[in-house]
């Protein structure tokens, strides 16, 4: 990921790692507001206190809400100057390479560039900003009380070995499916700048057959890569609401044995979401 860091993209770069970092920020409130709610306000019962709480959970949201849609600009732009930057140079080394009789393949880099800049568009990208600070998460949660930042991090560190297995499990197969499109994206273009001497020769419908053959091979390692995603992803959906429910359960055992307070365990709840 070293590319992102290159001086055309390094300000917006930049940008969105602030911008996460005082959306992480913000984003503590509502679980310490909920805290202050059980602590607080129920004991004292001041409407006074739950009105100051409150217009201070719904200016962190606020906040959280500009920060995200600042990161989420910060990232589009830093997508269009790569796309800026790099469609050009590609799309002429494409003409010279057809030019030269050997530029068709060449042209792939053109949606490779596409695809980054999606990419940067895209929530994956958010997610590498947002991880960094899963350890400040853990210690707030550790810090109401100790058992429930184990039940977090070993949850955490379940969570981050199913997806290694994930992208492991996907990788090839995926690497596979975008070769085999590619090739019958090839092979389609072949047939068309060619039609008239496949026709002529009489060698129409087998050359049709073949395509046909090669896309219904496409189609099926498609499919078997969808189920396979399909599947490792309801496993991930599946795994995080256990581990809430777990840190819910355990929260709801400390405070029958007088170890936590409701609150805790609400606000705990909610940061492991």
Known sequence: MR??????????VLLAAAASLVLNLALLVPSLYMLQVFERVFASRSLETL??????????LALAYCMDSARSAALARAGRA????????ALEQALQLAAAGRGRAETDRLRDIAQLRAFLSGPGVQALFDAPWLPLYLLVITALHPLLGLVAALGAGGLLLLSALTERLTREPAAGVLKRSRALG??????????EVV???????????RWQADHQALLAAQGTLAARSLRLGALARIARQALQLLALGVGAWLVV???????IMIAATVLLG
């Open 257 to 263: 044995g007088a170890n936590a307070s409701p609150g």
């Open 3 to 12: 590319w992102l860091f290159v001086a055309r993209l390094r300000p917006f």
């Open 186 to 195: 090839h092979q389609a273009d072949a047939l068309a700048r060619q039609a």
């Open 51 to 60: 009105l100051m709480l409150s217009l201070l959970a719904a200016g962190a």
């Open 199 to 209: 026709v002529g020769m009489g060698m129409g419908a087998a050359a049709a057959q």
């Open 82 to 89: 790569l796309e800026e930057s790099l469609a050009l140079p």
